[in-house]
């Protein structure tokens, strides 16, 4: 308890510096947006468009267009080969492969020391601190602290450039005194065949006294179900008493809170952050409420797309932090101490508070359908499943919904769920009913599309065989603890995919 406390004293001392960006947020964005600039001046890429000349955001503006990762490729390929000084003026050798996309194209962020250190790592610590801050019992210094992280290994692009999944890196590069309490080792944390890698995460951490546990909710559940198969215990409580702390991100955590409350039976801390490979963005700093910091001192200078005229690389219409509104849909667009600039990041947010900046995750600016002009995002189809499910006592494990074009005679469409149920309900037509009808309190768009059920047909749910989302992610390449199954799409080809591969079995 001593060590603890001590670390609890440490780690709570960065509280009075969140407080401040808290109080002046617009004058620590300035702040860093002209250390951006600055820096990267000499850069090819700031010489390309006039940094040294840029006097002012409107200058920015002007002179740099939006960017998305095809955009930014052929400057990311020089880097990849060895060239520095590209994109950002210290060096650059270590690049994150995404996995936050379901194409079939990887994509290589580039990660700087500043990146690292004062982005990713800095996002890391904060989240402890926040937790200590928050709940001043906390003894997570007192036990060893479970990641489940991406499942590729840090690999080699030359001599002296390297990749892997942002959580590989960050394993590979970990300071001295968080490695000491992580569990497992380093080699089956980077192990590469997820399925081999869960069954050592559950063998080799079952002994352990783990306190905190980190990762994407869906991956952790496997992990969580393959340690009671193999130990025979009800809960993982049984296995880890002292277990206090859940940190969670990637996806929405409502649809799986019930299954984390039947396995983690004690009192339990649940606490979000949105870390991407392209930065650190925000972290839960309240209780009782799971809206999101807006994170601004970590070297990312924000701006913001409202999603009402999104245009990819054409949007015209950009704000700074300044001028968001809360309740509008945003697509995020940061400048980063990584080297992208003007980067659209594909997240959709809307803001609860502006003082403090505090947001909520909608979705994704690709995962929405909006096939009859219903403007449906991730954020209203996550709180629709959860209440379903909670209506009619069943319980998901994913699911992913794209809309149905009818032919023929049929004027009207649809939207068809593919389902993966850990309990099912005892009434799919009850189900579906409850799907439909928050929809409709959630989205007035979709209401509205959806009366007399001539634009817009009642909720096709299909209900698939368990393991389904699993086997397509593994026929992508993709699965592992960081990927995830698209909620939404405006198009049919994943759900298609998925169809066509669970025909098959």
Request: include cysteine; glycine fraction near 6%; hydrophobic fraction near 40%.
């Amino acid at each position: 308890m001593a060590v603890n406390a001590i670390f609890s004293w440490i780690i709570k001392k960065r509280i009075h510096q969140i407080e401040l960006f808290k109080q002046y947020p617009l004058e620590v964005q300035e702040e860093w947006f002209w250390r951006l600039i600055e820096s990267a001046a000499q850069t090819v890429w700031g010489e390309e468009h006039g940094y040294s000349e840029i006097s002012s955001y409107e200058d920015f503006m002007r002179s740099v267009p939006l960017q998305d990762y095809n955009s930014l490729k052929p400057y990311i390929d020089r880097m990849i080969a060895g060239e520095q000084q590209v994109l950002w003026a210290s060096e650059v050798k270590w690049f994150a492969k995404s996995s936050g996309t379901t194409s079939d194209k990887s994509k290589f962020i580039p990660v700087s020391v500043e990146s690292l250190e004062d982005c990713h790592y800095k996002g890391g610590k904060d989240l402890i601190s926040v937790y200590y801050n928050l709940y001043p019992n906390a003894n997570l210094y007192g036990g060893k602290h479970l990641v489940v992280g991406g499942s590729s290994s840090a690999n080699s692009f030359g001599e002296d450039s390297y990749f892997g999944d942002l959580s590989a890196i960050i394993v590979k590069n970990l300071p001295f005194w968080v490695e000491y309490k992580r569990t497992p080792s380093r080699e089956i944390a980077l192990m590469d065949n997820w399925e081999e890698k869960v069954m050592e995460i559950a063998l080799n951490t079952i002994k352990d006294d783990v306190c905190l546990v980190s990762g994407v909710p869906s991956w952790t559940l496997v992990i969580f179900n393959k340690i009671l198969e193999i130990t025979g215990k009800k809960n993982i409580h049984e296995v880890w008493p002292n277990l206090e702390c859940f940190m969670h991100g990637g996806v929405k955590f409502e649809p799986y809170r019930e299954a984390f409350q039947k396995l983690l039976p004690n009192r339990m801390n649940y606490i979000e952050s949105y870390n991407a490979s392209e930065g650190y963005f925000g972290i839960q700093d309240q209780v009782h409420s799971s809206d999101l910091l807006l994170m601004l001192d970590y070297g990312i200078f924000f701006e913001f797309i409202p999603m009402r005229s999104f245009d990819g690389l054409d949007s015209k219409e950009i704000c700074s932090l300044a001028d968001v509104e809360i309740g509008v849909n945003y697509a995020v667009v940061i400048s980063t101490n990584g080297g992208l600039w003007r980067y659209i990041v594909g997240d959709t947010i809307q803001f609860t508070e502006k003082h403090p900046f505090r947001f909520v995750i909608t979705g994704r600016t690709a995962q929405f359908i909006n096939a009859f002009g219903e403007e449906l995002v991730v954020a209203n189809s996550d709180q629709a499943i959860a209440l379903a499910c909670s209506l009619t006592n069943s319980q998901i494990r994913d699911y992913s919904a794209a809309p149905v074009y009818m032919s023929g005679e049929a004027t009207g469409g649809a939207h068809e769920w593919l389902v993966e149920f850990e309990r099912e309900p005892e009434s799919i037509e009850q189900f579906i009913y409850h799907l439909d009808e928050e929809l409709k309190k959630l989205n007035s768009d979709y209401e509205a599309k959806r009366a007399g059920n001539i634009a817009l047909g009642r909720p096709i749910v299909r209900k698939l065989p368990f393991g389904s989302f699993e086997f397509w992610l593994k026929s992508k390449g993709k699965l592992g603890g960081q990927h995830k199954v698209p909620r939404l799409s405006n198009e049919r080809k994943i759900i298609e995919e998925i169809l066509n591969l669970c025909a098959a079995e």
